[in-house]
C-alpha cells in the first residue's frame, strides 16, 4: 500500500511540473520575443541567466540552498527577461527555462516530460527570411563562475 501510495504521488508531481512549465512558457514568450526583435542586422545581443543548485556561486561566501543571477550587458530588452526569470525560474531545473525559450521561438514544440537537458546548445531562426535573427539557447555547467549558464546569443540578419 505504502508503494502505491508513493507512486501516486510522484505522478501527480511530474504532472503538476510539466503543468507549471506550460503556464510559465507563456510568461516568458513575451520578454524573450522583445529582446529578439529588439536585435538588428548585423547586431548580436546576449544574456546570460545562471543558477547554481544546493550551493552558491564560486565567488560569493555566503552559504545557500539556491542562487541565481543574470547579465545583461546592459541591454533593456534582455534586462525585461531577466526581471521574468528572476521571478519564475527554477534553479533546481534549470533545463525547464531552455524548453520554455525552445517553445516561445517555436510554438509547435512539444517536449516529452520524461526529458531532462543537462547541457547543450540550440540555434534557431527567428523572424522572416528578410529580417530576424539567428538566436542560440545553450544550457553548460560553468565551472569557473559555478552552477549551470543558461545563455541566449541573438544575431541580427
Known sequence: MKICFGVVILLTASMMT???????????????RTFIGAVKPDETKSFVFRTSWGANFNNES????????????????????????MKHASAEFSSIVVEQAISCLL???????????????????????????LVNISLNEDRKVGGMAFTVTADGY
Request: glycine content about 10%; charged content about 15%; aromatic content about 6%.
Open 18 to 32: 510539466q503543468v507549471v512549465a506550460a503556464e510559465q512558457s507563456s510568461g516568458l514568450c513575451g520578454p524573450l
Open 62 to 85: 555566503e552559504a545557500v540552498l539556491s542562487a541565481s543571477r543574470c547579465e545583461t550587458n546592459g541591454e533593456p530588452a534582455a534586462n525585461e527577461v531577466c526581471l521574468y526569470l
Open 107 to 133: 510554438p509547435t514544440t512539444q517536449f516529452d516530460g520524461k526529458l531532462s537537458i543537462e547541457s547543450g546548445s540550440f540555434s534557431i531562426t527567428y523572424g522572416t527570411e528578410d529580417s530576424g535573427a
